[in-house]
């Protein structure tokens, strides 16, 4: 009965933790009240876009992913039938995935092409990108910002903030 109770209490401690915002910290520094939901929402919603990546947030920093003007296709991400798809800077990848219960999601290790890139931003690199894509664990989605929920090479939690990419960010090139 006691491992019962203690299986139970556990449970609930894992699914609170699970469910908390993190807070939005201003380009001031000062936290701020994160607008991603918690509610559960139907994953047609997520695999009905393109996402960009805005930003990293990490223990120690955020870091703004910076594109230039012709750059706005870099670090997206689609999700289709079971597969992620998108650019990172500047190859292409694409990779297995799995949604489950409670907003939890698996992205397998992505392939991709090996192209050399030419003036990419310095943060983040693809290889941190696709590192953390690798240990997403679940996501969080509002009106407009999807959230990935990772993990650095420490174990530390790691959100991956996106946008969806409009046709006007990528000018005359067609989405996929």
Known sequence: MKRIVSITAAAIFVFASCTSNPPATSSKGTEEQSSVSKDVVDFSVISSEVWKLTEIRTENEIIAVQRAADQADL????????????????????????NGEDE??????????????????????EAEYFAYLSKVSHYKIDEQTFALYSKDEAGKEVILLFLPLIETDVEGSPLN
């Open 75 to 98: 670090f997206t991400l689609e999700f289709k039938e079971g597969h992620i798809y998108g650019k990172a800077a500047p190859n292409r990848y694409n990779g297995p995935y799995t």
């Open 104 to 125: 939890s999601l698996t992205i397998g290790n992505a392939a991709s092409t090996l192209m050399m890139g030419v003036n990419m931003p310095a943060r983040p690199t």
